[in-house]
């Protein structure tokens, strides 16, 4: 009996992971919903999956059923102001807080598990949306569906917490590896969430932003998509396809001129201005 018995204390401590710690154990603040889906990405970012699960859960058991009504009542996305995106609060941060749940369970190497949470975001909460600190939202249904695509192909392509920046560094690391596949995943997925917020930012400007390094970086979209089409324009023509690697190049020149990239040597230079140089290097294809 014995024997048995420590055997179950073993298994528990060894799946602990699993199964979140009493609720005492955790402080869920005022328990809004906002509060709750918050915490879980602190939790998610520090790699805490316990605490992922204790919030994400507290948020789904206490707000899904005014999620589901405010799902039921559409029949898409909102697309309004900010106030009225935020007026669905229950139906984004539940959506968020299972997309957070199935990114838990998929850094801990249990795809069943996220497949499911992703899943459920795209079948019951499908029009939910999520805010970014950058200033605007993003679809936790769309992430998921990318999520789905990545576990079933076995890929190791992983786009993180979706930001600009983060695909861009992505992006960066595929090109020194000469993954031309990669390169081209990651730029596609920062010009199809961002290329829209990059041209608005583009069209306010006459000239290069230069008053300060945090000036600079206040048109984050626009330096990213703009460096992703450098970095598509380079491994193209590393890949031998210069004709589509011009078109690239052209295109990040056209649309997307004052576009800066930040050097982690302290300095700033210009993707557009590199682009024309390649465009002239390749000449006639």
Known sequence: MKRIFS????LAVTMGFIFPKAAEAYNFGDYRSETLAS???VALNE?????VLAYTNKCIELYAAEAKKMQAGLTDYVNASKEEVFSFWALNDVATSLFIQGEAYRRAKMPDEAMEAYKKVIDE???GQAWDPNGWFWKPAD???DKIKIIESGSDIDFGDYTSAFLTTQAWKALADSDVESVMVYTNKNMEMYA??????QDSLSEYPWQSKDKIFSYWALNDVGTSLYIQGEALRKEGKN??????????????YYAQC??????FWKPAEAAQKAIEDLGEV
């Open 7 to 10: 055997t179950l204390v073993v």
């Open 39 to 41: 915490k879980a990405w």
């Open 47 to 51: 790699g805490d999956i316990e605490a």
């Open 125 to 127: 909460y499908s029009f």
């Open 143 to 145: 992430a998921a569906k």
């Open 196 to 201: 829209e917020k990059a041209k608005e930012m």
């Open 243 to 256: 004709k589509e690697a011009k078109e690239v190049y052209q295109k990040l020149v056209s649309e997307f």
């Open 262 to 267: 930040w050097d982690p040597n302290g300095w």
